[in-house]
């Protein structure tokens, strides 16, 4: 009996199988150890002591950004709370003089009405003694007469 060949589809797997099997796979440091390190290892551990390095120069890098921020904005809410305080000032300065203004106002008003009120009782006076004047010559008139 004759054997059956292999197809070629299945052959091209088995040959691919076989370079993955063979490919070296890189190694990672699993132990620490400073005895029984290799060449790999030793360059292994520079470059992860490296980018360790670098981790902790970004962190206090970006803590240093983090703090700068916060400084400016405690800053800007400071010149914020300043600008208000003093806004508040102003306001209430200008609300003060006004209030002030308009009591002399009334000052003014309630003695202009006085005035007034005084002189309409003058003017009331001198128009009834006026009007009374009359009677008083004829009185004089009479009583001139009767003396002579």
């Known amino acids: 009996m004759a054997v059956k060949k292999k197809s070629a ?17 890189k190694k990672t440091a699993t132990r620490r150890t400073s005895a029984r390190r290799g060449a790999g290892t030793k360059k292994l551990a520079a470059s992860v002591k490296k980018t360790q390095a670098r981790a902790k120069a970004t962190q206090a890098r970006l803590a240093a950004a ?26 209430k300065k200008a609300d003060d003089e006004m209030k002030a203004f308009e009591k002399r106002q009334a000052v003014a008003n309630k003695a202009l009405a006085q005035f007034d009120k005084a002189e309409a009782r003058k003017a009331a006076k001198a128009a009834a003694k006026k009007k009374r004047r009359p009677a008083r010559k004829k009185r004089a008139a009479k009583k001139a007469s009767a003396a002579s």
């Open 66 to 91: 983090k703090k700068k921020a916060g400084a400016q904005e405690r800053a800007q809410q400071a010149k914020l709370k300043a600008s208000l305080a003093k806004a508040k000032a102003e306001f």
């Open 9 to 25: 589809a299945k052959k091209r797997t088995a040959v691919r199988k076989k370079a993955v099997r063979k490919t070296a796979v």
